[in-house]
C-alpha cells in the first residue's frame, strides 16, 4: 500500500479565475508596482529584488547573455544556463555584468601600443573608446575611432594619438550618475573618464548609457550599478564551475533540477555556504511543503515550484511524477508561511514550467509565487539565442527542453545520467523583441490586479480571491458561437493568436 494516496485531483493553473476586490483611483496601472523579491536577503529582502515578476528559464534555447542583459534592463532576470562548459557560461555572466549600467569599469590600452595591436582590441572587443593608463594606471588620456585611420596610423602609438588628458573632461571622485549627466551636458561631451585623486582611472561614463539607463526606469542592479546577473549550476561540477561564476561576477546562484529534494541539493547548498556564504543561492525543483522545508533548512535563499508542466517536458508521461502547478504552489506557499511564522525569514517562491500566458502569470502571482520562469514565453524572442527559421510562410525559433536529447550531448548525468529523455524539442513562433512584448503583458498583469484591489505584489497575495471552474465556464470565457473567418474560434495568446 502506498504511503499516501491523494483522492482530489491537483490543479493547473487554468483552472482557477479571479474574484474581483474594490478598483478604487489608487489601481491605476501606471500606479501599480510589480517589484517582487528575488532571494531572501536579512534586510527585508531588499538587497536582491526584480523590478518585473518574471525570469527567464537556464535552457540553451532561452537564457543567453543577450536575454541576460536585455531582461535585466526591463526589470527581470535570466537564469544563465549551465548545459555548457564552465569557461562559456562564465562569459556570458561577464558580458551582462559589463554590459554597462551608467558607471563602467573599462578595458584600458597603455600609450606604448601600437595602434595596430589595439585595433585588433578594438575588433575583439567591440570597443570604440579606450582611457589609456599608464603602468600604474594613471590617466593619461582618451583614444576612440575618430582619432585614427588605420591604414595611415597602424605603426603610431595610442600616446602620439590619443586626445591627451589636458583636453578631456574628467570628472574626480563621482559616484552620483546625475551628476556626472550634467558634466557631459555641460562640457558638450560624450564620455567622462572618473579619476581618483591622485589621477588614477577608477571608472568611465558614457553618455548614451546614461540616457539609455533613463530609457529603463525599472533596470535592476547590484550594489555597483551594474545589471544583475544569475547563473544556473547543477550538482555535479559545482566545484569547478561556481569558482568561474563567482570570478565573473555572478550575483546569485539557481540550482537547476528537475528535482530539488535530494541529498544532491543539500550538498550543494552546504558547499556553497561553506565557500560563498556572501552569495544567495536559489534551490529547487520542489512540489511538496516537505521538499520546501528540506531545501530552506539546508539554505535555500528562494526556491522554485514545479515539476512535469513545462511545454517541452515529458517527465509525468516518462515518470509517472509530477503535479498540477497550481496545487503545487499552493502546498509550498503554505509551508512558506508557517516557515515565515517561526523565523520571520520570507523565502520567495518561483512558479515554473507550463506558464503559458498572461492569466497564468496572474494566477500563479495570485496563488501567492513571488515571480514566474518561462521557457517558451522568452524563446519566440528576438533576444533568445537561437536563429529564426521560416516554415510554412511562418517565421518560427527552436525550443529544446534540458532534458531533450539536444541539450543532453551537455548533460548527460542531469536527467537520470541520460538514460531517457524528459524533453522534446520543436518550434515556437517569432514574436519579435521581448521589450515590445512585455509592454502588453505588465500591463495585463497589473490590469488583473488594479481589479482585485492590489497596488502590489505584496497586497495581491492578501487581496487575491480566487475559484476554481468548470471545463464548461471555460469554454463560456473564451470566444464562442461568432464567425471569425475560419474554423477556430479559441484565442491563443502566444501563438500570435492563429491557432
Ligand atoms: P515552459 O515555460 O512551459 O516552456 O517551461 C520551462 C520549464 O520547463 C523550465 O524552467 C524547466 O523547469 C522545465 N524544463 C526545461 N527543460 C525540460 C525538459 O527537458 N524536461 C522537463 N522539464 C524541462
Same mark, same amino acid.
Given at each position: 500500500?502506498?504511503?499516501?494516496?491523494?483522492? !482530489?485531483?491537483?490543479?493547473?493553473?487554468?483552472?482557477?479565475?479571479?474574484?474581483?476586490?474594490?478598483?478604487?483611483? $489608487?489601481?491605476?496601472?501606471?500606479?501599480?508596482?510589480?517589484?517582487?523579491?528575488?532571494?531572501?536577503?536579512?534586510?527585508?529582502?531588499?538587497?536582491?529584488?526584480?523590478?518585473?515578476?518574471?525570469?527567464?528559464?537556464?535552457?540553451?534555447?532561452?537564457?543567453?547573455?543577450?536575454?541576460?542583459?536585455?531582461?535585466?534592463?526591463?526589470?527581470?532576470?535570466?537564469?544563465?544556463?549551465?548545459?555548457?562548459?564552465?569557461?562559456?557560461? #562564465?562569459?556570458?555572466?561577464?558580458?551582462?555584468?559589463?554590459?554597462?549600467?551608467?558607471?563602467?569599469?573599462?578595458?584600458?590600452?597603455?600609450?606604448?601600443?601600437?595602434?595596430? !595591436?589595439?585595433?585588433?582590441?578594438?575588433?575583439?572587443?567591440?570597443?570604440?573608446?579606450?582611457?589609456?593608463?599608464?603602468?600604474?594606471?594613471?590617466?593619461?588620456?582618451?583614444?576612440?575611432?575618430?582619432?585614427?585611420?588605420?591604414?595611415?596610423?597602424?605603426?603610431?602609438?595610442?600616446?602620439?594619438?590619443?586626445?591627451?588628458?589636458?583636453?578631456?573632461?574628467?570628472?574626480?571622485?563621482?559616484?552620483?550618475?546625475?551628476?556626472?549627466?550634467?558634466?557631459?551636458?555641460?562640457?558638450?561631451?560624450?564620455?567622462?573618464?572618473?579619476?581618483?585623486?591622485?589621477?588614477?582611472?577608477?571608472?568611465?561614463?558614457?553618455?548614451?548609457?546614461?540616457?539609455?539607463?533613463?530609457? @529603463?526606469?525599472?533596470?535592476?542592479?547590484? $550594489?555597483?550599478?551594474?545589471?544583475?546577473?544569475?547563473?544556473?549550476?547543477?550538482? &555535479?561540477?559545482?566545484?569547478?564551475?561556481?569558482?568561474?561564476?563567482?570570478?565573473?561576477?555572478?550575483?546569485?546562484? #539557481?540550482?537547476?533540477?528537475?528535482?530539488? &529534494?535530494?541529498?544532491?541539493?543539500?550538498?550543494?547548498?552546504?558547499?556553497? &555556504?561553506?565557500?560563498?556564504?556572501?552569495?544567495?543561492?536559489?534551490?529547487?525543483?520542489?512540489?511538496?511543503?516537505?521538499?520546501?522545508?528540506?531545501?530552506?533548512?539546508?539554505? #535555500?535563499?528562494?526556491?522554485?515550484?514545479?515539476?512535469?508542466?513545462?511545454?517541452?517536458?515529458?517527465?509525468?508521461?516518462?515518470?509517472?511524477?509530477?503535479?498540477?502547478?497550481?496545487?503545487?504552489?499552493?502546498?509550498?506557499?503554505?509551508?512558506?508561511?508557517?516557515?515565515?511564522?517561526?523565523?520571520?525569514?520570507?523565502?520567495?517562491?518561483?512558479?515554473?514550467?507550463?506558464?503559458?500566458?498572461?492569466?497564468?502569470?496572474?494566477?500563479?502571482?495570485?496563488?501567492?509565487?513571488?515571480?514566474?520562469?518561462?521557457?517558451?514565453?522568452?524563446?519566440?524572442?528576438?533576444?533568445?539565442?537561437?536563429?529564426?527559421?521560416?516554415?510554412? @510562410?511562418?517565421?518560427?525559433?527552436?525550443?529544446?527542453?534540458?532534458?531533450? #536529447?539536444?541539450?543532453?550531448?551537455?548533460?548527460?548525468?542531469?536527467?537520470?545520467?541520460?538514460?531517457?529523455? !524528459?524533453?522534446?524539442?520543436?518550434?515556437?513562433?517569432?514574436?519579435?523583441?521581448?521589450?515590445?512584448?512585455?509592454?502588453?503583458?505588465?500591463?495585463?498583469?497589473?490590469?488583473?490586479?488594479?481589479?482585485?484591489?492590489?497596488?502590489?505584489?505584496?497586497?495581491?497575495?492578501? @487581496?487575491?480571491?480566487?475559484?476554481?471552474?468548470?471545463?464548461?465556464?471555460?469554454?463560456?470565457?473564451?470566444?464562442?458561437?461568432?464567425?471569425?473567418?475560419?474554423?477556430?474560434?479559441?484565442?491563443?495568446?502566444?501563438?500570435?493568436? !492563429?491557432?
Amino acid at each position: 500500500m502506498a504511503k499516501e494516496i491523494k483522492l !482530489e485531483p491537483s490543479r493547473t493553473l487554468m483552472e482557477f479565475r479571479l474574484l474581483p476586490g474594490l478598483t478604487t483611483g $489608487e489601481h491605476n496601472p501606471k500606479d501599480i508596482s510589480l517589484r517582487t523579491p528575488l532571494v531572501y536577503s536579512a534586510d527585508n529582502n531588499k538587497k536582491y529584488y526584480l523590478n518585473i515578476p518574471l525570469v527567464s528559464a537556464a535552457m540553451q534555447s532561452v537564457s543567453g547573455a543577450q536575454m541576460g542583459i536585455e531582461l535585466a534592463r526591463l526589470g527581470g532576470a535570466a537564469f544563465i544556463f549551465c548545459s555548457q562548459t564552465p569557461a562559456q557560461q #562564465a562569459e556570458m555572466i561577464s558580458k551582462i555584468k559589463h554590459h554597462k549600467a551608467g558607471f563602467v569599469i573599462p578595458q584600458t590600452v597603455h600609450p606604448d601600443m601600437l595602434i595596430e !595591436e589595439m585595433y585588433k582590441l578594438r575588433k575583439k572587443t567591440g570597443y570604440s573608446t579606450f582611457p589609456v593608463v599608464d603602468n600604474q594606471n594613471v590617466f593619461m588620456g582618451l583614444i576612440s575611432k575618430w582619432d585614427y585611420d588605420i591604414s595611415l596610423h597602424s605603426q603610431a602609438t595610442v600616446g602620439q594619438r590619443m586626445i591627451p588628458k589636458q583636453l578631456v573632461e574628467v570628472g574626480y571622485n563621482i559616484t552620483n550618475l546625475k551628476e556626472a549627466n550634467n558634466i557631459l551636458l555641460e562640457s558638450h561631451k560624450s564620455v567622462l573618464p572618473i579619476l581618483d585623486d591622485q589621477g588614477k582611472l577608477i571608472s568611465i561614463v558614457f553618455r548614451k548609457d546614461i540616457t539609455d539607463q533613463l530609457e @529603463n526606469p525599472l533596470e535592476v542592479h547590484d $550594489e555597483k550599478k551594474r545589471l544583475l546577473a544569475v547563473a544556473a549550476i547543477n550538482t &555535479h561540477d559545482y566545484e569547478q564551475r561556481v569558482p568561474a561564476l563567482v570570478a565573473a561576477e555572478a550575483d546569485v546562484i #539557481a540550482i537547476d533540477s528537475s528535482d530539488g &529534494h535530494t541529498e544532491y541539493q543539500k550538498t550543494t547548498l552546504q558547499w556553497m &555556504h561553506q565557500n560563498y556564504p556572501q552569495i544567495p543561492v536559489i534551490a529547487g525543483n520542489i512540489i511538496t511543503r516537505a521538499g520546501f522545508r528540506f531545501l530552506v533548512e539546508a539554505g #535555500a535563499a528562494a526556491v522554485k515550484v514545479g515539476m512535469g508542466g513545462g511545454s517541452i517536458c515529458i517527465t509525468q508521461e516518462q515518470k509517472g511524477t509530477g503535479r498540477g502547478l497550481a496545487t503545487s504552489i499552493v502546498e509550498v506557499v503554505k509551508e512558506r508561511a508557517a516557515y515565515y511564522q517561526e523565523t520571520g525569514k520570507y523565502i520567495p517562491v518561483i512558479a515554473d514550467g507550463g506558464v503559458t500566458s498572461t492569466k497564468d502569470i496572474t494566477i500563479a502571482l495570485a496563488l501567492g509565487a513571488d515571480y514566474v520562469m518561462m521557457g517558451r514565453y522568452f524563446a519566440r524572442m528576438e533576444e533568445s539565442p537561437t536563429e529564426k527559421i521560416v516554415v510554412n @510562410n511562418r517565421v518560427m525559433k527552436p525550443y529544446w527542453g534540458e532534458g531533450s #536529447a539536444r541539450a543532453q550531448a551537455w548533460k548527460a548525468k542531469r536527467y537520470n545520467q541520460g538514460k531517457f529523455v !524528459e524533453g522534446v524539442e520543436g518550434l515556437v513562433e517569432y514574436s519579435g523583441h521581448l521589450r515590445d512584448n512585455l509592454d502588453e503583458t505588465l500591463m495585463k498583469i497589473k490590469s488583473a490586479m488594479g481589479t482585485c484591489g492590489a497596488k502590489n505584489l505584496e497586497e495581491f497575495h492578501q @487581496n487575491a480571491r480566487l475559484e476554481l471552474v468548470s471545463a464548461l465556464s471555460i469554454r463560456e470565457g473564451r470566444v464562442h458561437d461568432i464567425y471569425q473567418g475560419s474554423e477556430r474560434t479559441e484565442y491563443d495568446e502566444f501563438s500570435n493568436n !492563429e491557432t
